[in-house]
């Protein structure tokens, strides 16, 4: 059974950083598609990160420069660093890891990723 377990969420003030963690069990994340998504109240969830096993990672217009996604291989954990967060930033973040093995096909997708994690909360204060 998979399970992902997101953490590292908070609350910081305009400017600061956060470094979310996916942890896995059951799933591999070097093997294929991942992905960050976020949602805010009253917002449908969006897609902010994503990456592969071809080196290319993908971010929305809104954080790219300021997020960094990253894979611990030996660990198989899954990390997004969050930097100059501002007050849009906030709301609950999800990994999300595809069945499908190899590279992101549709990685901003929600269907495309078959797992996904509970969330971690982040807010950001002006």
């Known amino acids: 059974q998979v399970q992902l377990v997101e953490s590292g969420g908070g609350s910081v003030q305009a400017g600061g950083s956060l470094r979310l963690s996916c942890t896995a069990s059951?799933?591999?994340?070097?093997?294929?598609?991942r992905g960050w998504f976020r949602q805010a109240p009253g917002e449908e969830r969006e897609w902010v990160a994503a990456s592969d096993n071809s080196g290319r990672a993908t971010y929305a217009d809104s954080i790219k420069g300021r997020f960094i996604d990253s894979l611990d291989n030996d660990e198989n954990i899954l990390y997004l660093q969050m930097n100059s967060l501002k007050p849009e930033d906030s709301g609950m973040y999800y990994c999300a890891g595809a069945s499908q093995l190899g590279d992101c096909v549709l990685p901003r997708v929600q269907a495309y990723y078959d797992y996904w994690g509970q969330g971690t909360q982040v807010t950001v204060s002006s």
């Open positions: 059951g799933y591999t994340f070097r093997s294929a598609c």
